[in-house]
């Protein structure tokens, strides 16, 4: 409320007119790209290009490819979650120890205590939402920053694991449970002949000329209802473009799935996560309100959204997500063990920042934190593929986060001083 | 004529597109108290940036004489080093300290890097004698109250070997024992032989303190007077503070008075820092369907504090009084509550209370009204953008379409998405708190337009302005507020600058 202040008095100095510039946007041959939010997915496209090539095609392989998505599964699923809570302005730090201790519990509940095993896991899930809940209360309703009562998270729900584990893992765990963690779909409807490629699963074609199938229908729906509206759509071409380029990229990784072992179920799994969850962060009003608390709490407040309650169902969300992790990792290796999800926080907090989330908040698709998440995937597969030492690995993947916030802080800082 | 401790001539300092000051001539006596007055944003804040150092050498035109001799101050470090001390209306004191560490903060009393704590704390005792500060030096700030931290700072001043002592607003924040307390310290030091500027909307005060006054309007030194020899009174500076002629900037307008639909009684709230401090006291205000209704006051009277307590108690604690809407008595206990009831509320702060700088138009749009566009939480986002896009056209705000990010929109533009925003919860009251804040000239003339709009579409109005002709021009019903209080009800017909100015003014009895 000062009398005058040169922040108040530049606004003015801007005047009315004219077009604000949109910075970080390059033009090429008359189609708008925009670098900040699609640079991520050419750096996917081009390290995948890189490793294919280092690795002699060995890196897009069938059996290679369904290798990233099984082995990588938990911390995407992970990354889900944490997306929609960095996006908010936060933080969660426990999410690996969290995975550990789900995962105890559902060993516990099926291996010790014999539970019939749909129970168990319904079972595993409330626990993940009550332990979410616990740490939503000290963050949303009693103001505790999120760094601090999930650095507490990490050490209590590790220390919990370890008191029911003992020093020993528990296992093994029933057949449902270790197919949806690391099975694959059965050949319902047998193979067919691809020709040079060999024989394929048809339900695993089907599924993808399906997906494919959804996914046209879907984009037309929105682009015809767009155009109802009168706003302006892409050019048709350049529609009909992405849609090939996106059919190109399902078939491609279906064809190579069917030619190995189907579909492995978590992918089925997380196909379903990524969709629900885009949707939920784009279309309804607790996703928008999720983006606006994290692009301005104030302005948050003051336009009505129960900031509180958001913030505790998003960490509610995060425990539910770690309690599906922790089932799947504690499945894929058939036993769960005390230093599981051990430093899977880091994964899927590099994740959601390599895929484009902002530091303070505000900024970030779920798609993107997935993305993230198979680049340093794919840099992990393919190095060990090349056989570079586990250092290394550690190495070009600190840098790589280092680069992407610096790219993130990079345009913001240029679009800040075009103002 | 006495020795002249300060000349400053022919100040003029721009901002991108704005002159904040336009040869601006001060000349402090030495051992004087001389205040300087002027409206809200009339520059005086600038001119003590500008004397201080915060607007460094080069950055100003003009020049400054201080103890005769021409200065160029590169910062405040400067300028301290030449004796001027600026205090400023938010304390500058590490809370977590001890009284003592802030008087010598950034002027350590140690010997080769190391603090001499006995020095320290003894040191600081004599200067809190000075300043008539019973506390133990090693109190922390956070355990003395505003009143007291006030004279931590003159004792950190005086620490400093303060020539001249520059005091922005320096009892806004004060209860009338304090504020007391600090004028009689500062007739003391007067005495001592420091020099004081004081800047202060308490024109009682001024009368009561000052040797002489500078008043400043529109960034122009108008008068400087010698309270004594020029017999100045209160109406002397209210009539230099505000001659300034109206012309036609506001678009004219007749408004057709309806109903009763908000009315509030009692409203007293306290200040969540001091909860000894009433900031709203006892306010009661009635407004109509189809009616402007002005609510004037000066900094620090507690505007902006009623009607953000108004709105979902987003501001203040022990909130108490009664609010009826259509005559019913209704309860807000949050924002929600407020929206649900049909009021609206635009900050004065867009930036920090208003908007989504990271996000486009449309999403800041509908921020507010998104309820209104879902269906079991789904949002239509195709009828959103319907929505945006009528407000696009029917507010004019320029941009290229509503997927513009809002951080790249000049202030009127912002506001024009802010007023947007409010407009779509479709509500029958709406505050608008200091609504052409940082805009220019022409986009002001679009937002009295808007606002006498909606107006006539029978929603009630609450215009929250430091800008007198602005509220004369707008308004059909002025309510001034000073101290937290409600000093007077005038219609647009009987209301002057002048007359507002003495209500604005009115301490209390």
């Known amino acids: 409320m000062s009398s005058i202040s040169p922040a108040d008095v530049k606004v003015g100095a801007t005047g009315d007119g004219g077009a604000p510039r949109q910075p970080g946007k390059v033009s090429l041959g008359g189609m708008s790209l925009n670098l900040r939010s699609s640079g991520i997915y050419i750096a996917f496209a081009a390290i ?16 290679n490819i369904s290798n990233i998505i099984v082995q990588n599964s938990y911390v995407l699923i992970l990354a889900i979650g944490m997306i929609l809570i960095i996006i908010a302005g936060h933080i969660d730090l426990s999410v690996g120890s969290v995975v550990a201790v789900t995962g105890a519990l559902a060993a516990v509940l099926m291996v010790n205590m014999g539970w019939p095993w749909p129970l168990a896991l319904l079972a595993t899930l409330v626990a993940g939402a009550l332990i979410g809940a616990w740490q939503g209360y000290w963050i949303a309703y009693f103001g505790i920053p999120a760094f601090i009562v999930t650095l507490a998270g990490m050490l209590l729900f590790r220390a919990l694991t370890m008191t029911v584990l003992g020093n020993q893992g528990i296992g093994p765990f029933p057949d449902q449970v270790r197919t949806l963690a690391n099975g694959f779909t059965d050949g319902y409807l047998g193979n067919i002949g691809l020709g040079p490629l060999g024989g394929a699963d048809l339900f695993s074609l089907l599924i993808g000329i399906v997906a494919i199938a959804g996914m046209v229908t879907a984009q037309l729906r929105t682009r015809n209802a767009r155009k109802g509206y009168g706003q302006s759509v892409e050019p048709m071409a350049l529609f009909w473009l992405k849609m090939a380029a996106g059919a190109a990229i399902i078939l491609f990784l279906v064809v190579q799935l069917a030619r190995f072992k189907n579909l492995p179920w978590v992918l089925v799994l997380l196909a379903i996560l990524v969709l629900g969850y885009s949707m939920m962060a784009n279309r309804t009003v607790f996703g928008r309100q999720i983006y606006a608390i994290g692009g301005n709490l104030q302005a948050a407040i003051m336009s009505g959204v129960k900031v509180k309650s958001v913030v505790f169902w998003i960490f509610v969300n995060m425990g539910v997500l770690s309690a599906v992790a922790g089932i799947i990792f504690a499945g894929r290796l058939n036993q769960a063990g005390p230093t599981a999800g051990d430093s899977f926080e880091l994964d899927a907090i590099a994740a959601a920042f390599i895929g484009g989330a902002a530091v303070q908040g505000g900024v970030g698709k779920v798609v993107g934190a997935i993305t993230g998440g198979l680049i340093m995937a794919v840099i992990n ?6 056989g570079s030492p586990s250092e290394r690995v550690m190495l070009v993947k600190g840098i790589v986060l280092l680069a992407a916030v610096a790219f993130d802080v990079w345009t913001k800082r240029r679009a800040g001083a075009s103002r | 004529m006495t020795e002249h401790i300060l000349r400053m001539s022919g100040i003029t300092k721009t901002f991108p597109g704005v002159k904040a000051l336009q040869d601006v001539n001060l000349s402090v006596r030495r051992g004087e108290i001389h205040a300087i007055c002027g409206e809200n944003g009339a520059g005086k804040s600038t001119l003590m940036k500008v004397l201080s150092g915060v607007y460094p050498h080069g950055d100003y035109e003009g020049e400054i004489y201080f103890e005769g001799k021409r200065c160029e101050f590169g910062g405040i470090r400067d300028s301290e080093h030449a004796g001027i001390v600026i205090i400023h209306q938010e304390l500058a004191l590490s809370p977590q300290l001890s009284i003592a560490e802030n008087i010598f903060l950034g002027n350590e009393r140690a010997k080769r890097g190391i603090i001499d704590w006995n020095r320290t704390n003894y040191e600081a005792g004599e200067l809190m004698k000075r300043v008539g500060l019973r506390e133990n030096p090693t109190t922390p700030i956070s355990d003395i109250g505003v009143g007291k931290q006030q004279l931590v700072e003159i004792a ?10 520059i005091l922005d607003e320096p009892t806004a924040a004060l209860n009338d024992d304090d504020s007391a307390h600090l004028l009689d310290l500062l007739r003391g030091l007067r005495d001592e032989g420091i020099t004081c500027v004081i800047i202060s909307h308490k024109l009682n005060e001024v009368t009561a303190i000052a040797d002489s006054v500078t008043i400043i309007r529109d960034g122009r030194t108008i008068e ?30 007749e408004s057709k008075i309806g109903e009763e639909a908000l009315r509030i009684e009692d409203w007293t709230v306290y200040s969540p ?15 109509r369907r189809g009616e402007i209704v002005g609510l004037a006051g000066l900094m620090g009277a507690g505007r902006t504090e009623l009607a953000m307590s108004l709105f979902g108690r987003t501001y203040g604690v022990h909130i108490s009084g009664k609010v009826f809407k259509d005559g019913k008595p209704i309860e807000i206990r949050n924002v929600q509550d407020a929206i649900n009831h049909g009021i609206a509320y635009a900050s004065e702060d867009r ?38 896009e009528q407000f696009h056209k029917s507010m004019n705000i320029k941009a290229p379409s509503v997927n513009s990010v809002v951080g790249q929109l000049s202030g009127g533009n912002q506001q024009k998405v802010v007023l947007s925003k409010w407009i779509m919860t479709e509500p029958e009251v709406l505050i608008l708190d200091e609504p052409t804040r940082g805009i220019d000239v022409g986009a002001k003339y679009e937002i009295y337009t808007i606002i006498n709009r909606l107006a006539d579409e029978g929603k009630a109005i609450l215009v929250i302005s430091s800008e007198l002709p602005e509220l004369l021009g707008l308004c059909d019903r002025i309510y001034t507020l000073s101290e937290g209080r409600i000093t007077g009800e005038v219609s647009r017909q009987e209301a002057t600058q002048e007359s507002l100015m003495r209500l604005m003014t009115k301490g209390q009895e």
């Open chain 1, 48 to 63: 995948i290009v890189l490793f294919s090539v280092l690795t002699d095609g060995a890196l897009l392989t069938p059996q």
């Open chain 2, 224 to 253: 400087t007077l010698d309270m004594v020899t020029d017999h100045v009174t209160e109406d002397r500076i209210i009539a230099g503070m505000v001659g300034r002629a109206l012309d036609n900037r506001y678009p004219p307008h």
């Open chain 2, 273 to 287: 820092s001091q909860p000894d401090r009433k900031v709203v006291d006892g306010a009661a205000l009635t407004l």
């Open chain 2, 156 to 165: 950190k001043a005086l620490s400093k070997e303060v020539k001249l002592l």
């Open chain 2, 351 to 388: 930036k920090r209370y208003g908007l989504n700088l990271i996000q486009d138009i449309k999403t800041n749009i509908s921020a507010a009204g998104l309820k209104g566009l879902a269906r079991r939480g789904w949002v239509n986002d195709n009828e959103e953008y319907r929505v945006a």
């Open chain 1, 381 to 386: 597969n393919g190095m060990s593929l090349i």
